[in-house]
């Protein structure tokens, strides 16, 4: 039966690529606020509603803090069942609210111990927290000893900060549910977001918190969804409208992870031919822009250039789906293996040099172009000589290594290496 299952959801993931659908799985761990009005299958319908799929599974167990989820079996065997594109936490509603010891004992643990659980499982699964919201007229059963939570506005603060200091900490996503309610409750207090008991999601509720996730899972657009569920026209577009303004325009804000892959690169040039050394940090694949209209996907390719200029080389590698660029320029040098011969040059010395390189000519040239550069490409010095058949450069300023000496004198070129000490 598992085989099939497998089987199956393998044939459906391939039925959407062709079709040009996206589609996502995703684990959603939490409680109440989670299960009550079904968030997953709003989010599923929003989904389709813009012809995408959501593909979920979830664990709800009423009053479910982080210290529950980190140790349950149901709750692990789930995060291990596939490899999930997210998992969703969602701590106890008021547990976020604590003061910052208790949470430092109770809360911030347990999250950072899921967090590990989860890429244990699949290290490319990426967990994302529910910021949840303060209780309508706050929390009055932990007044007394937490006079913060006395007000909505006091415990959603509070709620906010500990959802952004879990997602900055475990390097997360965080889909911004509370503040999107923030502001509905602000700027339309005619949408009752709140069941009776103050504290729980009603249907527009939970509305706001799907398409909060659904705007952060396939990080689209929310008032392109189409899919209001019972709420009215005007109620679903307010919606979708705070959620674009809140959470799509500020994506990135709300992401506090980082690129698996970090691109970097060095090189080596050797007259028209660059030897490449990929130095990234991890990658699953790499790709190679030279910049001159080839490409490659060698980890450390080899490339000839035909000519000489400046060429803008990139490295664009990915890692769980995000990538990461570097882009360095570096200059082959124009006839960069023309003979000595072409030039009647007597003496370049002394090579290698300390403080002073030397250039004769066997004749006096009216217009003298002399460019060095380090052995990366990078130019070091330009300058220009009319009527001379001598010069001397000053290389006393440089580091030691190796350059090219590059000189255009009459329009005959001629370019050679230089050791300085």
């Not at 890429?119 to 000893?145: I, L, S, V």
């Not at 006091?154 to 549910?177: H, K, T």
Request: charged content about 20%; hydrophobic content about 35%; some cysteine.
């Amino acid at each position: 039966m598992r085989r099939f299952y497998l089987i199956h959801l393998s044939l459906l993931m391939v039925i959407l690529s062709v079709s040009g659908q996206e589609s996502k799985k995703v684990l959603f761990i939490g409680n109440s606020y989670t299960g009550v009005n079904n968030l997953p299958l709003l989010v599923s319908n929003l989904a389709i509603s813009t012809g995408d799929t959501l593909f979920y599974d979830s664990n709800t167990p009423g009053g479910f803090r982080f210290m529950n989820h980190a140790t349950n079996v149901v709750t692990l065997q789930k995060v291990n069942a596939m490899d999930w594109d997210y998992v969703i936490l969602q701590g106890q509603s008021q547990e976020t609210s604590l003061s910052p010891e208790q949470m430092q004992d109770e809360v911030f643990p347990y999250a950072a111990s899921l967090c590990h659980s989860i890429r244990a499982a699949h290290p490319c699964t990426q967990p994302m927290f529910y910021m949840t919201w303060g209780r309508k007229y706050g929390d009055q059963a932990n007044c007394p000893e937490r006079p913060w939570v006395c007000t909505y506005e006091g415990m959603d603060d509070a709620i906010r900060a500990s959802y952004i200091y879990m997602s900055e900490g475990n390097v997360s996503e965080l889909s911004p549910v509370g503040a999107v309610w923030r502001v509905l409750r602000e700027n339309h207090p005619e949408i009752e977001l709140y069941t009776p008991d103050n504290s729980h999601p009603s249907l527009a509720g939970s509305y706001a918190a799907a398409c909060s996730f659904y705007t952060m899972i396939y990080r689209k657009d929310p008032t392109a969804i189409t899919w209001n569920s019972t709420l009215t026209e005007a109620e679903a577009n307010s919606i979708k409208m705070i959620t674009r303004l809140v959470v799509f325009d500020d994506l990135d804000g709300w992401n506090h992870t980082i690129y698996p892959a970090q691109a970097d690169f060095t090189f080596e040039i050797n007259d028209n031919e660059v030897s490449f050394t990929n130095t990234s940090s991890d990658f699953d694949s790499v790709f190679w822009d030279f910049g001159d209209a080839t490409h490659s996907t060698e980890v450390h390719p080899v490339h000839t250039y035909q000519s000489g200029g400046d060429y803008a080389v990139s490295l664009r590698v990915t890692r769980c789906g995000k990538t990461d660029n570097k882009t360095i320029d570096i200059t082959i040098q124009s006839g960069v293996n023309i003979q000595k011969e072409e030039l009647m040059i007597l003496k370049i010395y002394p090579n290698p040099a300390i403080d002073q390189l030397n250039v004769e000519l066997d004749n006096i040239c009216k217009n003298v172009f002399i460019k060095l550069s380090d052995f990366s490409g990078r130019v070091m010095m330009e300058k220009s000589i009319c009527d001379i058949d001598f010069f001397q450069l000053d290389l006393s300023s440089f580091s030691a290594g190796i350059y090219v000496v590059s000189i255009d004198a009459d329009d005959i070129y001629y370019s050679t290496r230089i050791f300085k000490l």
